[in-house]
């Protein structure tokens, strides 16, 4: 079955440190995979996503590749603001229309 | 335009009852999905709503049900309450001119079953 399998946290990071969260997945087929960050008290907001192979997806900073080949979407960021102290979940979406989320990374950055 | 808003906010219930969850999708979004999401756990997919038919489940037990509305507004009922089901339920739109994955999440609401 589908699964996705991503860094424990929690992350402490001082302000402008480089981020790395890990995650990995196992699909049937090929699915569209995808990075959401959630801050305090609000829903879940899609941070970048690629959905084919060798697609890197990337906004405000972020970025992560599709690694078909090492079945990883690890994200990334340069330099983290306090701003970025998020829970940020890795996640799959399948043929069946449906999403598989990770267990989530808590990231604290401070200042 | 107005984004995925759910009500309530909070809601505490006993073992047994009955909970009804309410959620309004964005505006033209034809498709709604619902979500569980325990504490310290990622989201997990209870079902999804197309124009009125339930289009996709996840593995949850029958007292988990839902319906659309024709302005497809949904709602999420579970009866017999049991304590693990305490967590926020997420509820998610998407358009039908756009990519299935293109959800929308709303802020939640929070049940606690004691």
């Known amino acids: 079955g589908n699964s996705v399998t991503q860094m424990e946290g929690p992350v402490t990071l001082s302000e402008e440190a480089f981020l790395t969260i890990n995650c990995t997945y196992t699909?049937?087929?090929?699915?569209?995979l995808f990075w959401y960050v959630q801050y305090p008290g609000e829903g879940l907001q899609l941070l970048l996503k690629?959905?084919?192979?060798?697609d890197k997806g990337s906004n405000k900073g972020f970025e992560a590749t599709y690694r078909k080949e090492t079945t990883s979407f690890h994200l990334e960021k340069g330099s983290v603001q306090v701003s970025d102290s998020a829970v940020y979940f890795c996640?799959?979406?399948?043929?069946?229309?449906?999403?598989?989320f990770g267990t989530g990374t808590s990231l604290t950055v401070i200042p | 335009e107005t984004g995925v808003t759910q009500s309530p906010t909070h809601l505490i219930k006993t073992r047994g009852q009955q909970v009804t969850l309410r959620c309004s999708s964005q505006?033209?979004?034809?498709?709604v999905s619902w979500y569980q999401q325990a504490l310290g756990q990622g989201p997990q997919f209870i079902f999804q709503y197309y124009r009125e038919e339930e289009n996709g489940r996840g593995n949850f037990p029958p007292r988990f049900s839902g319906l659309q509305f024709p302005n497809y507004s949904s709602e999420l009922n579970v009866n017999a309450l049991e304590l693990d089901d305490s967590a926020l339920y997420l509820c998610?739109?998407?358009?039908?001119?756009?990519?299935?994955?293109?959800?929308?999440f709303g802020p939640g609401t929070r049940l606690t079953v004691t």
């Open positions: 996640a799959l979406f399948d043929t069946g229309n449906q999403f598989y």
């Open positions: 505006s033209g979004h034809n498709t």
């Open positions: 699909a049937t087929g090929y699915p569209s």
């Open positions: 690629a959905t084919k192979a060798d």
């Open positions: 998610a739109s998407s358009s039908p001119t756009g990519p299935t994955y293109e959800q929308y």
